[in-house]
């Protein structure tokens, strides 16, 4: 999750959003990622991913958001900080609360109420999910395969799907998941880093 500094609006107009994810194709290409969800809002972004190296997300990361600063500060001539802080990171344990998560951020907008359906909500992936829309920045969730025997059953499971109340608890927490799922992300991310 990325979010504009005092958490200022960062897409003023289609055009950014379409921007922005122009940006994550290119450096995606660079930094190669599987990017599963996510959902840009009007003053921050969400990106279910996996890396393929932590250290090249980072350089990912690091070159979108600078490219994109440029080019708001070109459109709008911003003064000051614009993103807040570096990018923050959960891990996701890769169980069936996966693809929970990752219709979780899809929700952003309804939680906020900027729209009344997820579908009416043009800049995430739901309607990839839901609607069979073709999107290139996708992987396909692994999780999602398995909802269902052929594309409209897939996006008709989608559409009902229930997010577990556990999602909006670990939403704040060092991973998302059961109890169980976020001890064993805890213990991966503590072994990686003993590595390093």
């Known amino acids: 999750m990325t979010r504009g500094n005092n958490r200022n609006v960062v897409f003023r107009s289609d055009e950014d959003y379409h921007y922005y994810l122009s940006l994550v194709a290119k450096y995606k290409l660079e930094h190669p990622f599987d990017l599963y969800h996510y959902c840009l809002m009007p003053n921050h972004t969400h990106f279910l991913i996996q890396t393929k190296k932590a250290l090249d997300f980072s350089t990912f990361m690091k070159k979108l958001n600078l490219a994109y600063f440029h080019h708001f500060n070109k459109e709008y001539g911003w003064v000051g900080h614009f993103w807040q802080d570096r990018y923050k990171s959960q ?106």
Request: charged content about 30%.
């Open 91 to 196: 891990s996701v344990g890769k169980d069936a609360y996966f693809i929970q998560c990752g219709k979780y951020i899809e929700l952003n907008p309804v939680r906020a109420h900027l729209v009344e359906k997820p579908e009416d909500y043009q800049h995430s992936s739901y309607s990839y999910y839901a609607d069979g829309k073709t999107n290139h920045l996708i992987t396909p969730d692994f999780i999602y395969q398995e909802t269902g025997g052929d594309s409209a059953e897939r996006q008709t499971n989608y559409k009902s799907l229930i997010v577990d109340k556990i999602i909006e608890e670990s939403y704040n927490k060092h991973a998302w998941g059961s109890d169980r799922q976020q001890y064993q992300e805890r213990q991966k991310v503590n072994r990686k880093i003993k590595k390093a």
